[in-house]
């Protein structure tokens, strides 16, 4: 909620930059020396921004991360992971000369990666 100068109240839920839900739900999994987990990101749709002069919604936004580990060896711990897997692109806003809410959401694509890590 916003309180204006005059004391009262507005409801920013919903409106721009202000999505209603936001939540992250993770679903991790291990088995001897393998790991694994996916995660799903969620931002609801909102109001584009009519002080702009746009009007409509932006539409919700839903990314995929995921990882798998194996430690099957000394103090080492192998990984390879995908952040966005499906390379889902950020949600059309008229409102911002870049295509889309860049305050709200990301627009990095699919990012794979490997990783090693070594305790001493």
Request: glycine share 6%.
């Amino acid at each position: 909620k916003e309180i204006k100068a005059d004391g009262t109240e507005r409801d920013l839920a919903g409106k721009w930059r202000h999505p209603k839900w936001r939540w992250n739900a993770s679903l991790d999994w291990t088995l001897n020396d393998w790991s694994a987990t996916a995660r799903v990101n969620y931002i609801s749709k909102y109001d584009d921004d009519i002080d702009a002069g746009a009007t409509g919604t932006v539409d919700s936004f839903t990314t995929l991360d995921t990882n798998v580990s194996y430690q099957g060896f000394k103090n080492l711990k192998l990984t390879l992971g995908a952040n966005n897997l499906f390379d889902e692109e950020p949600p059309f806003s008229a409102a911002d000369f870049m295509g889309y809410d860049t305050e709200t959401h990301s627009s990095q694509g699919r990012f794979a990666y490997v990783k090693a890590s070594y305790r001493f």
